[in-house]
C-alpha cells in the first residue's frame, strides 16, 4: 500500500480508523466523527427540518442511535441560543431492560445540562408493557409484544412532547431503519404508509407534534461506531420483546446486499424519495377527528391505541 493510501482521505496525516466502502473513503477516528456530524447538519439543512428558535423534543430510548443523536444535537445547539432541547425516555416497564436506560439517558443528559422527561405506559394507560403481555397472553390474543408497542410509545412520544411544549419531535432512525420500513411497507402493499413515512412529517393536526428525522441519511453501523469513537455509553442489549420477523428478514437481505453491492442502502432511499411525491398524490388526506376515549386527533371513531387498549383488556 503507498504511503498516501495508508493515511486518512480527509487530513492525510493519522492511519485510517474506518473505511466507507460506498464512498471509498478512508477515515481517522476524528475525522470519521466530524463526517457524521457535518452528514446530519447536511440532512437538517436539506430538508428544512429545524428552525433557528425551535424547541426539540429528542426522543431518547438509551440505545446508540438515540444517544448518538442526542450528543450531535447538543453540539449543535450551542451554537444557536433561541433553539431548546429536551431529551424524551419512554419507559414502557420492561423489567430487567429499560431501568439501564433510564440510567444511561439520565446521566447524559446531566453531562450535557439537557433536561430529561420520562412518561411512562403505566402513567397513561394503567399498565406497564410486561402487564400488557400477560393479559394478551391469558385472553389467547394473536397480537405480538411489537404490535402494540409501537403505536403505544408513538402516543406516549406526543404526550410528552405536548407537555413539554415542545414543537418538533427529533429521532434517531438511521438510514437502515427508514429502508426497511420503507420494504416492509411495499410488502404489506399498505402505500399510505410509504407516502407518508418521510423524514420530516407533515403538520395535519395542532395536537400532533411535527417529527424530524436527522440520522435518516446514516447507516445504522456508522451511528454505532461514531457512539464508540467518540467513547459514549449506550445500551447495547436488544429488547426482550423484539422480534418482527418481517422486518428481520429484510434487514439481513440489505445487509448482505450491501455487503455484495456498496451503497445498496442509499439506492433504495433514493428511490423511494423519487416516487413518494407521485404516491402522496394517490392518497386521501385524513380528516381528523377527536378520539372518542381519549379526545386525541385520530382518524377513526376511536384511534388505534385506545383500539389496542381495548383488546388488552
Given amino acids: 500500500m503507498s504511503e498516501s493510501a495508508a493515511k486518512c482521505s480527509l487530513c492525510k496525516r493519522k492511519e485510517p480508523f474506518f473505511h466507507r466502502v460506498y464512498s471509498g473513503e478512508r477515515l481517522c477516528k476524528r475525522c470519521f466523527a466530524e463526517s457524521i456530524e457535518d452528514k446530519v447538519r447536511a440532512t437538517l439543512v436539506r430538508y428544512k427540518m429545524l428552525s433557528y428558535n425551535d424547541h426539540v423534543a429528542v426522543a431518547v430510548s438509551g440505545g446508540k442511535d438515540s444517544i448518538t443523536l442526542l450528543e450531535v444535537l447538543a453540539k449543535m445547539e450551542r451554537k444557536y441560543p433561541r433553539a431548546t432541547l429536551v431529551a424524551v425516555t419512554v419507559d414502557e416497564g420492561i423489567a430487567g431492560y429499560r431501568d439501564e436506560a433510564l440510567d444511561i439517558t439520565a446521566a447524559t443528559c446531566k453531562r450535557l445540562r439537557i433536561p430529561h422527561r420520562v412518561v411512562s405506559f403505566k402513567r397513561l394507560y394503567g399498565y406497564t408493557l410486561d402487564e400488557m403481555v400477560e393479559q394478551i ?159 386525541d386527533p385520530s382518524a377513526g371513531e376511536v384511534c388505534r391505541a385506545c383500539q389496542l387498549l381495548k383488546q388488552i383488556g
Fill in 137 to 295: 397472553q391469558k385472553r389467547g390474543s394473536e397480537l405480538t409484544p411489537c404490535a402494540f408497542c409501537g403505536v403505544l410509545r408513538r402516543k406516549a412520544m406526543n404526550t410528552a412532547a405536548l407537555e413539554a411544549k415542545a414543537n418538533k419531535i427529533a429521532t434517531g432512525h438511521t438510514l437502515d431503519d427508514e429502508v426497511q420500513t420503507s420494504l416492509m411497507n411495499i410488502f404489506h402493499g399498505d402505500i399510505s404508509k410509504l407516502s407518508s413515512e418521510k423524514p420530516v412529517t407533515d403538520v395535519v393536526h395542532p395536537r400532533l407534534v411535527q417529527k424530524v428525522k436527522p440520522m435518516c441519511e446514516i447507516p445504522e453501523k456508522e451511528s454505532a461506531l461514531y457512539a464508540y469513537a467518540r467513547g459514549f455509553k449506550f445500551q447495547s442489549t436488544p429488547c426482550p420483546y423484539a422480534g418482527e420477523a418481517l422486518r428481520n428478514d429484510i434487514r439481513s437481505l440489505l445487509n448482505r446486499m450491501e455487503e455484495r453491492h456498496a451503497g445498496t442502502k442509499f439506492t433504495v432511499s433514493k428511490s423511494i424519495e423519487k416516487i413518494r411525491p407521485a404516491l402522496s398524490g394517490l392518497q386521501e388526506k385524513d380528516e381528523f377527528k377527536e378520539c372518542k376515549e381519549c379526545g
